[in-house]
């Protein structure tokens, strides 16, 4: 197992040539940063992450957090209530967030860099911060003045961490399914009463408080989604200068005994045992899913982000092990002596895939946090609306892509492994059970798939998608100007773009007439969309490792490996998309021509 | 109370480095950081500025290329400002030169009460600095700190030795080098990284802080040949019959361990 090195090489260089942090530090809000902090801030936090949070991952996998059934208290894995207090007091949590409410007023994008390097090298422990700020995006969209001013700075500095409440045992997939309760009180509180399940750091010894967001109907909500409304439970109730008070009504009575991430308390959380939690209402009554949906982007990119991090660790691992590992005589060797596996051409093809897919992985996640950036900030109304369309097309593709490959690379770390990749104390066997939960939560990949296929595609009439694919053809004479070095890409990719560009429109017109067969592909058509959208970031980054290499700037081996690593990826990777037309294609009634019967054989 | 750390800006020792074929030293035309050795002076300057209720801790550097990504780091950690010499006319020069270097940017420090360095650079590695630095100074030469209290004007120092440690009192002010790992260096916090950038670096040429150097050829120090470290050799297999412990007793006492 090798130790964690924070990837700032090639992080570097998505920065500096795929990205653009100077345009971003001139809009007004990101107007004191510069793009030198940005880059010592990450620099900092890496060699921090790396000493203090990368050793704490096995343990964590070892030791588990713990539920005391007694107290309902839980008690976090060895270091990770002190690593987390360094995290805390040295202000990292605040990075993204508005300087009005004690944040750094960094663009998001330095943020989701860092978030990288924080679940790269502990999942466990990244989900803490993580579910805060999914609580603090919807305090800052939603909440009242008063509310922000009262939740949102302790959060930021992480002296209060948040979770998001949604799952029960009937409703998951289906959140419009769910039953919690929420009485409204003539003091204008609520009372909540209900079960929650799988609630992230829904209880830990690493905060003195926890604010809980909540969804629960009220006495006449409407069913299903029009009927949802979003609390805030605070575990420890609080006075309006933020002093702490009673204990809530609200207590995590078990963990789960998880895959993975086994140092992330996964909670079930009982509200309302004596009576009633006390809630706050944010927002109105019944627009809890509305407010849900506007802080999703940032949510699902955080978690395909998850995908990438793991699977850069597992890759670190993997690397190091076929360089010490020999066996058997690689073609060409000396007669006599064993050769290190990666001079084995099968182990080089798991290298390069692995290699490969993680570039276009923090291309993908990186200029997606850009994107964000750019819907919030730019000075252009209608540019940043441009851009907050561009994110919604892309966050199904962002989430389900990067955590389906997290789980893909993670397995291949296995695989490079040998025997050993399947005994626990390699330390591989973690990342792969760690990655596993990532297509799950946050909405599970088909939903994902469904996201992109039902409302994504849709978008203002089909005109989103369609300027995503333009922008991907304009690559074009770029390539083409790179002469026989970006020959494959070029040819690649187009072919690989017509067959997406086909095989959309045929989603699209089979979704408006009958939408079980766009249902039906929807799976094959996001790996699909994916795999294209990953390939035009492989091109780009050929195209400017090229510029590099002809300009004369920067490590000349690198670049050409970027090339070289591009062309893989546009040869090898890219063209499974003209596999996956037929299944995209095949319909809703290949998969009901059998009866639920006839399944058992 | 006032002090000055000495703080070299070294190659990344994690990034493979490289010798020049024709100086026998390292390549530095990478970016530079704080050298770990150093980051225990910076610490230690920290807490003792920290324990006498005020003043500033002042960082001294002489480095290539205008490099500050090292200076920042200290000055992220802490520190109040930043001193740097990079001249091209420095290149080459040796460990006499570079202690010049040094007394002269700290001459321009009012009011030192504590010098602090460390015991030896990591990549130089030569342990001759510190030294010559007291003597360029007139002030008197404390080394192998593994702590430092000050009271009054009168510095106390546990010098580390083989045996164990000597205590040593010296009058302010002095030069003490401070042995690596005898404090934890904090990280910098993402404020002191923000901070940091607005606290002062002083950049000085040779002529400033009064040295002409001679650079390789004024040197009077040469490097004469860089080998290759031995191979590691195959370890000694013990047996253990009934007289194993005895057997790794003896073996640490013959290197002295025990
Ligand atoms: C470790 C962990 C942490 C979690 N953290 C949180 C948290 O902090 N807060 C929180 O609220 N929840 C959390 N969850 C819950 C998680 O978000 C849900 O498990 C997830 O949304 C899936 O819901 P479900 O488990 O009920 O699966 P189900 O909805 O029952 O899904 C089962 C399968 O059916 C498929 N499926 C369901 N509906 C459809 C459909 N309409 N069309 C096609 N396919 C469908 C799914 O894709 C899936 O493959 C966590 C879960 C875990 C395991
Ligand atoms: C233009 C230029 C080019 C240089 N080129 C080279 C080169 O090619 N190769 C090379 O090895 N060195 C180079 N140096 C650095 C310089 O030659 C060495 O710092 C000097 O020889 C000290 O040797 P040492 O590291 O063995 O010191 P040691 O005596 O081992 O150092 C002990 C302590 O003294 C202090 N100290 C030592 N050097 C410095 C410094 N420079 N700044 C601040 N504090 C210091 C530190 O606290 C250090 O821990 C260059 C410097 C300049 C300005």
């Known amino acids: 197992m090798a130790a964690y090195r924070p990837p700032l090489q090639d992080i570097r260089f998505v920065l500096d040539e795929l990205v653009d942090l100077d345009e971003l530090c001139q809009f007004e809000s990101f107007k004191h940063v510069d793009p030198d902090s940005i880059h010592t801030a990450i620099e900092e936090f890496a060699r921090w992450t790396a000493e203090v949070v990368a050793p704490l991952n096995r343990i964590g996998d070892l030791e588990g957090a713990v539920h005391d059934p007694e107290t309902n208290t839980v008690r976090t894995a060895p270091g990770f209530a002190d690593a987390y207090a360094q995290f805390r007091d040295a202000g990292w949590g605040a990075v993204p967030f508005e300087a009005d409410y004690g944040g750094g007023g960094f663009p998001w994008l330095a943020g989701i860099v860092m978030q990288e390097i924080m679940s790269a090298a502990n999942l466990s422990l990244s989900m803490c911060p993580l579910l805060t700020q999914g609580a603090i995006d919807m305090l800052m969209a939603h909440g009242s003045e008063a509310q922000r001013e009262l939740f949102v700075p302790r959060m930021v500095t992480g002296q209060w961490t948040g979770t998001m409440n949604l799952t029960e045992p009937e409703a998951g997939s289906d959140v419009g399914a769910l039953r919690t309760k929420a009485v409204p009180q003539p003091d204008g509180t609520y009372r909540i009463t209900g079960t929650k399940i799988f609630i992230t750091f829904g209880e830990h010894d690493m905060a003195e408080n926890i604010i809980h967001l909540v969804l629960a109907r009220t006495p006449d909500a409407p069913p299903g989604t029009k009927g949802i409304s979003c609390f805030i439970v605070p575990k420890f109730l609080v006075d309006d200068d933020g002093n702490l008070g009673e204990r809530n009504d609200v207590a995590c009575v078990s963990i789960e005994h998880k895959m993975g991430v086994k140092a992330s308390p996964t909670c079930v959380m009982s509200f309302g045992d004596e009576g009633g939690a006390v809630g706050y209402l944010i927002g109105n009554e019944n627009e809890g899913m509305r407010y849900m949906f506007t802080m999703m982007n940032n949510a699902r990119l955080s978690v395909g982000l998850e995908g990438l991090s793991i699977a850069e660790r597992a890759y670190q691992d993997a690397l190091e092990y076929a360089q010490e590992r020999k066996q058997g005589r690689a073609v060409g060797a000396a007669a006599g002596v064993q050769s290190p596996i990666i001079e084995h051409a099968d182990v080089r093809r798991m290298l390069l895939l692995m290699k490969s897919i993680i570039e276009a992985m923090r291309a993908l996640v990186y200029t997606q946090a850009e994107t964000i950036d750019m819907a919030n900030h730019h000075p252009d109304p209608e540019l940043r609306q441009y851009k907050q369309l561009m994110a919604e097309l892309l966050t199904p593709v962002v989430k389900g892509w990067c955590t389906d490959m997290g789980v893909e690379v993670t397995s291949l770390a296995v695989q490079i492994y040998g025997g050993m990749g399947y005994i626990e104390e390699s330390g591989v066997p973690q990342h792969y059970r760690d990655a596993r939960i990532t297509p799950i939560y946050e909405g599970t990949n088909g939903i994902q798939a469904l996201d992109l296929v039902m409302r994504k595609l849709p978008l203002k009439g089909g005109e989103v998608v369609t300027e995503h694919l333009s922008l991907i053809a304009m690559l074009d004479p770029a390539l083409l100007r790179g002469g026989a070095q970006l020959a494959s890409i070029r040819s690649n990719l187009a072919e690989a773009l017509t067959t997406l560009a086909d095989t959309t429109h045929w989603v699209m017109a089979e979704g408006a007439t009958d939408p079980r067969q766009a249902m039906a592909g929807a799976t094959p058509y996001l790996r699909m969309f994916s795999l294209v959208t990953a390939g035009a970031l492989m091109a780009k980054t050929a195209l400017h490792a090229a510029e590099r290499l002809d300009a004369g700037t920067g490590d000349a081996d690198a670049m050409r490996a970027k090339i070289a690593t591009a062309t893989f990826f546009c040869a090898q990777v890219l063209p499974q998309v003209h596999g996956l037309v037929a299944p995209v294609r095949a319909g809703h009634d290949q998969l009901f021509a059998i009866g639920v019967e006839q399944f058992a054989h | ?258």
């Open chain 2, 1 to 258: 109370m006032n002090i000055v750390v000495c703080v070299k800006q070294i190659p990344d020792p994690a990034e493979p480095g490289a010798l020049d074929p024709n100086t026998k030293t390292l390549k530095r035309d990478t970016k530079l950081i704080l050298d770990e050795s150093d980051a225990y002076g910076v610490e230690m300057a920290l807490q003792l500025a920290d324990a006498a209720g005020g003043g500033e801790v002042t960082l001294v550097s002489m480095a290539p290329n205008n490099e500050t990504a090292g200076l920042r780091t200290a000055l992220a950690m802490g520190a109040a400002k930043a001193i740097l010499v990079s001249d091209p006319s420095l290149q080459g020069s040796d460990a006499l030169t570079t202690s010049k270097v040094l007394a002269g940017a700290i001459k321009r420090v009012e009011g030192a009460d504590l010098i602090l360095t460390a015991t030896e650079s990591s990549d130089g590695y030569t342990g001759t600095v510190p030294e010559q630095v007291a003597e360029l100074l007139g002030l008197p030469s404390v080394t192998f700190a593994k702590s430092i209290a000050v009271e009054g004007s009168t510095v106390k120092v546990e010098r580390q030795t083989e045996a164990g440690y000597d205590d040593v009192e010296c009058p302010t002010p002095c030069v003490v080098s401070v042995t690596a790992g005898v404090v934890e260096p904090r990280y910098p916090s993402f404020k002191g990284i923000m901070a940091a950038k607005s606290k002062p670096v002083d950049e000085l040429s040779a002529a400033d802080v009064g040295v002409t150097a001679g650079g390789w050829a004024g040197a009077g120090q040469e490097i004469v040949a860089v080998e290759q470290a031995p191979a590691r050799e195959a370890g000694e297999v013990v047996e253990d019959d009934g007289t194993g412990a005895e057997k790794i007793v003896a073996f640490l006492e013959n290197l002295r361990v025990i």
